[in-house]
């Protein structure tokens, strides 16, 4: 059995765990409750399936019966692979009830990689989505000691077989729910979850959450976004990504609406929201970018506020501004996997009410303030440790100290040690803290640009490229230079029915809106590889960058 044990110490209060004032915080908690007061309420939308709060919990009591007949208990690893189905946020609780740590992988991996978190993950069953059966298959292939598997069917996709029984099968044999045999966790510092950050070089880090921090996040979600019972969530963002940036938690603790949606594209996200009157969801920039780029027959006009958080990247100005112009209402959230997904927060002010809209975007492109339950975020120099002054100019690196920071990394004390050094979390992400104490990501530590002996964001170069009516993507790195030791080299990608734009125009374009040691020397305009997550890898664009 893996211990999910990272060579940290482990939070122990001394309490007896029966005494009145020590419940054991879990956000299985949250479901148990909004079954019991809102039991008729719909909590799962997915197409024209849907289940109330007090069928939502009995499955999910069903689901860890299931698991448990099957032997899976304490600290086993139970996989999922599968997209924003019902199913997937039934495991949300139905294996922490168990006391098993939650694995969701990200559909988008090749086999090998898969295979290589089922190994490392010591996995004991799989559920798996058809419509992945055959990257399952190969994966499986590589492994010495297979996990069970266990098929999600989705009658609009046909896909591979690859399990022994399917999901619906599996909750069955269970002909009544047990509620009562599912307590809290003895300890709240057990695993809740194992989410594998996307590696750039090298196999991935398992970043293991505790219930402890899944519960605080959830929380710290519902007083930063405003959710309540009346929110209708659309499952834009990808549940397998941080747990849904513990969404998944959040909306069910105030009895929310799930909305469920199996392929993100603009067409049905614009009917889901019309349709459902969906008043919230979360995305990347890509996913903004989508609404935003979507031909005119896809759009549709809705008669109600829909709030939209974005993270995973710093959107730039123009795509916030953009999306206002369409009726959503944007706020930036900025996190890692390593934080349970959010841990500062573009938090509004008044006074920008009054700004135009350009100049407010601007604000609220910058990452912010710390998340409601985040304790401390600061920028600092990871060397010293000691804060950069709050004058929007000084560089540093994020760093944050919280009860909503991981256990750390399964099965890597190195890199958990280095994460945690000088008692902080360190980011890797570069930024700087304005007179307001918002602070704004300048660059990730390895992709700053250091040309002449002068620092260059990448991500100001972006902003610029950004603006461009033109530009539908834009990643900057840095590209080898004999006289400078770097210069800015910009990968671009073209909106649809964009003719004769060349590259010198886009240098042009930049030239006349920052300092010239800025402007990119070098512009290539084409398709920008993406990782598994959807972010652009630029660290293919560096080698690409390195041989131009």
Same mark, same amino acid.
């Given at each position: 059995?893996?211990?999910?044990?990272?060579?940290?110490?482990?939070?122990?209060?001394?309490?007896?765990?029966?005494?009145?004032?020590?419940?054991?915080?879990?956000?299985i908690?949250?479901?148990?409750?909004?079954?019991?007061?809102?039991?008729?309420?719909?909590?799962?939308?997915?197409?024209?399936?849907?289940?109330?709060?007090?069928?939502?919990?009995?499955?999910?009591?069903?689901?860890?019966?299931?698991?448990?007949?099957?032997?899976?208990?304490?600290?086993?690893?139970?996989?999922?692979?599968?997209?924003?189905?019902?199913?997937?946020?039934?495991?949300?609780?139905?294996v922490?009830?168990?006391?098993?740590?939650?694995?969701?992988?990200?559909?988008r991996?090749?086999?090998?990689?898969?295979?290589?978190?089922?190994?490392?993950?010591?996995?004991?069953?799989?559920?798996?989505?058809?419509?992945?059966?055959?990257?399952?298959?190969?994966?499986?292939?590589?492994?010495?000691?297979?996990?069970?598997?266990?098929?999600i069917?989705?009658p609009?996709?046909?896909?591979?077989?690859?399990?022994?029984?399917?999901y619906?099968?599996?909750?069955?044999?269970?002909?009544?729910?047990?509620?009562?045999?599912?307590?809290?966790?003895?300890?709240?510092?057990?695993?809740?979850s194992?989410?594998?950050?996307?590696?750039?070089?090298?196999?991935?880090?398992?970043?293991?959450?505790?219930?402890? #921090? $899944?519960?605080?996040? @959830?929380?710290?979600a519902?007083?930063?976004?405003? %959710?309540?019972?009346?929110? *209708?969530? /659309?499952?834009?963002?990808?549940?397998?990504?941080?747990?849904g940036?513990?969404?998944?938690?959040?909306?069910?603790a105030?009895?929310?609406?799930?909305?469920?949606?199996?392929?993100?594209?603009?067409?049905?996200?614009?009917?889901?929201?019309?349709?459902?009157?969906?008043?919230?969801?979360?995305?990347?920039?890509?996913?903004?970018?989508?609404?935003?780029?979507?031909?005119?027959?896809?759009?549709?006009?809705?008669?109600?506020?829909?709030?939209?958080?974005?993270? #995973? $990247?710093a959107?730039? @100005?123009?795509?916030?501004?953009?999306?206002?112009? %369409?009726?959503?209402?944007? *706020?930036? /959230?900025y996190?890692l996997?390593?934080?349970?997904?959010?841990?500062l927060?573009?938090?509004?002010?008044?006074?920008?009410?009054?700004?135009?809209?350009?100049?407010?975007?601007?604000?609220?492109?910058?990452?912010?303030?710390?998340?409601?339950?985040?304790?401390?975020?600061?920028?600092?120099d990871?060397?010293?440790?000691?804060k950069?002054?709050?004058?929007?100019?000084?560089?540093?690196?994020?760093m944050?100290?919280?009860?909503?920071?991981m256990?750390?990394?399964?099965?890597?004390?190195?890199?958990?040690?280095?994460?945690?050094?000088?008692?902080w979390?360190?980011?890797?992400?570069?930024?700087?803290?304005?007179?307001?104490?918002?602070?704004?990501?300048?660059?990730?530590?390895?992709?700053?640009?250091?040309?002449?002996?002068?620092?260059?964001?990448?991500?100001?170069?972006?902003?610029?490229?950004?603006s461009?009516?033109?530009?539908?993507?834009a990643?900057?790195?840095?590209r080898?230079d004999?006289?400078?030791?770097?210069?800015?080299?910009?990968?671009?990608?073209?909106?649809?029915?964009?003719e004769?734009?060349?590259?010198?125009?886009?240098?042009?374009?930049c030239?006349?809106?920052?300092?010239?040691?800025?402007?990119?020397?070098?512009?290539?305009?084409?398709e920008?590889?993406?990782?598994?997550?959807?972010?652009?890898?630029?660290?293919?664009?560096?080698?690409?960058?390195?041989?131009?």
């Amino acid at each position: 059995m893996v211990t999910h044990d990272t060579k940290l110490s482990i939070y122990e209060t001394g309490l007896d765990k029966d005494l009145a004032n020590h419940v054991s915080l879990s956000p299985i908690s949250f479901l148990r409750r909004s079954a019991e007061i809102y039991p008729a309420k719909t909590a799962i939308i997915y197409d024209s399936y849907q289940v109330s709060y007090e069928n939502f919990y009995a499955r999910c009591c069903k689901l860890a019966q299931a698991l448990r007949k099957i032997g899976i208990g304490i600290g086993d690893t139970v996989a999922v692979m599968a997209p924003n189905v019902p199913a997937m946020l039934e495991c949300h609780y139905g294996v922490p009830m168990t006391g098993a740590v939650l694995n969701t992988i990200n559909i988008r991996l090749d086999a090998t990689t898969i295979s290589f978190v089922l190994r490392h993950s010591e996995a004991k069953i799989l559920l798996a989505d058809r419509e992945y059966g055959s990257v399952v298959k190969q994966a499986l292939e590589g492994l010495k000691i297979k996990p069970i598997v266990v098929d999600i069917v989705d009658p609009k996709i046909r896909g591979t077989s690859i399990g022994d029984q399917d999901y619906e099968e599996l909750i069955a044999e269970v002909s009544e729910s047990d509620e009562s045999s599912f307590p809290p966790p003895a300890d709240e510092w057990a695993a809740i979850s194992l989410c594998y950050t996307s590696g750039t070089t090298g196999n991935p880090k398992g970043v293991v959450g505790h219930h402890r #921090g $899944a519960y605080l996040n @959830s929380v710290s979600a519902i007083l930063g976004t405003g %959710l309540t019972s009346k929110t *209708t969530y /659309l499952w834009t963002l990808p549940m397998f990504h941080c747990n849904g940036w513990c969404f998944t938690w959040a909306v069910t603790a105030v009895a929310g609406t799930h909305v469920c949606l199996r392929e993100v594209a603009p067409t049905e996200i614009f009917e889901t929201i019309k349709k459902h009157k969906v008043n919230m969801f979360c995305g990347a920039p890509v996913v903004l970018g989508l609404l935003l780029n979507a031909p005119e027959e896809a759009r549709k006009t809705f008669d109600h506020k829909c709030q939209v958080f974005t993270g #995973g $990247a710093a959107p730039a @100005s123009t795509v916030i501004s953009g999306m206002e112009q %369409l009726g959503f209402t944007v *706020t930036q /959230l900025y996190g890692l996997t390593e934080t349970y997904g959010p841990s500062l927060m573009t938090a509004w002010q008044d006074d920008w009410n009054s700004l135009k809209l350009q100049q407010r975007a601007k604000y609220m492109a910058r990452q912010g303030v710390t998340y409601p339950l985040t304790t401390q975020a600061m920028v600092a120099d990871p060397n010293t440790m000691a804060k950069v002054p709050s004058n929007g100019q000084v560089v540093g690196e994020v760093m944050i100290r919280s009860n909503t920071v991981m256990k750390g990394y399964l099965k890597n004390s190195t890199a958990t040690e280095e994460a945690f050094k000088g008692g902080w979390f360190h980011t890797g992400d570069l930024a700087v803290c304005h007179s307001d104490g918002y602070i704004e990501i300048k660059d990730r530590a390895k992709d700053i640009i250091i040309s002449g002996g002068e620092n260059i964001s990448s991500l100001e170069i972006e902003e610029v490229l950004y603006s461009h009516p033109d530009v539908l993507e834009a990643a900057v790195v840095a590209r080898p230079d004999v006289k400078w030791g770097e210069t800015p080299c910009a990968f671009v990608s073209l909106k649809l029915n964009t003719e004769g734009l060349r590259e010198g125009d886009l240098i042009e374009f930049c030239r006349t809106r920052m300092a010239h040691f800025k402007v990119p020397r070098t512009v290539i305009i084409g398709e920008l590889p993406k990782t598994a997550t959807g972010k652009i890898q630029k660290f293919a664009l560096r080698e690409t960058a390195k041989v131009l």
